[in-house]
């Protein structure tokens, strides 16, 4: 069952979007603090359910206009068995898988069908707050993370496909380099901005995202196209970077 929160924290999932943040799991993995810091950084409704059935049970009606369903890694058997069940619950909204263990999100990664079922974003939990937040907020934009040793997963198993976390825009969609091809369309823009040698903040700005979002992307992008700092990116982008996107992109 869900968990409620008192009412001057529920007063702010009353948000005219009606967002929810729909947490899975054990209250020991997922505590009224967790939740209330959820509710109170991003103004949206923040529950916790023990179990998908719960969730499915709560009448959320189907009128909301989004949600992001965080389900734990103790849900790793039952989402392989039931990949259907969870899917249901979500709906047109975001699915993230919550790891502890490197080799749970490999297991699940390995196995889900997300030619059937769609795509998973990660949420990692044993890393910064100020990181959690940052990954949080980029599943609430349907931007689903997916940790450096999973895309190389991603690559080994799939070479020449791409699932919607790489998909391309429809100027994007021939790119010539593979490890360009490995970036989402929000690391491209990212890396746009720091070929320009805009500062964090300025690319915040331009993108209506956070600093530590961009710092996030950031990471992301190094550790994909195996640099170690923004020169280094920036000239791999003036290298690979299709000339149509490079006119195209974001400013």
Not at 17 to 46: H, P
Not at 191 to 205: D, F, M, R, Y
Not at 212 to 229: F, P, Q, R, Y
Request: aromatic content about 8%; some cysteine.
């Amino acid at each position: 069952m869900s968990n409620p929160l008192p009412d001057s924290i529920a007063q702010i999932s009353a948000c005219p979007e009606d967002f929810s943040i729909n947490f899975i799991g054990k209250e020991l993995f997922y505590s009224n603090q967790a939740l209330r810091s959820v509710q109170t950084e991003f103004g949206v409704a923040a529950r916790r359910y023990e179990t998908i059935a719960d969730l499915k049970g709560a009448g959320t009606p189907d009128s909301m206009a989004d949600k992001v369903v965080v389900i734990d890694q103790i849900m790793l058997e039952d989402i392989l068995t039931r990949p259907t069940v969870y899917t249901d619950a979500v709906g047109s909204g975001c699915l993230a898988f919550a790891y502890r263990k490197e080799h749970a999100a490999r297991s699940l990664f390995e196995s889900w069908d997300r030619g059937r079922f769609g795509d998973i974003g990660y949420l990692p939990m044993n890393v910064a707050p100020d990181v959690w937040r940052s990954i949080l907020r980029l599943l609430m934009h349907e931007e689903l993370y997916l940790p450096s040793f999973l895309a190389d997963c991603l690559l080994q198993a799939q070479p020449g496909k791409t699932s919607r976390m790489v998909r391309e825009s429809p100027l994007e969609t021939k790119d010539p380099h593979p490890v360009y091809s490995r970036l989402t369309r929000r690391e491209k823009q990212v890396l746009h901005l720091v070929s320009k040698g805009q500062s964090n903040k300025i690319i915040a700005s331009n993108l209506g995202i956070t600093e530590h979002t961009v710092k996030l992307h950031m990471h992301n992008v190094a550790g994909k196209i195996g640099v170690s700092n923004r020169t280094a990116a920036a000239q791999f982008y003036f290298e690979v970077a299709p000339e149509d996107v490079r006119s195209h992109a974001v400013d």
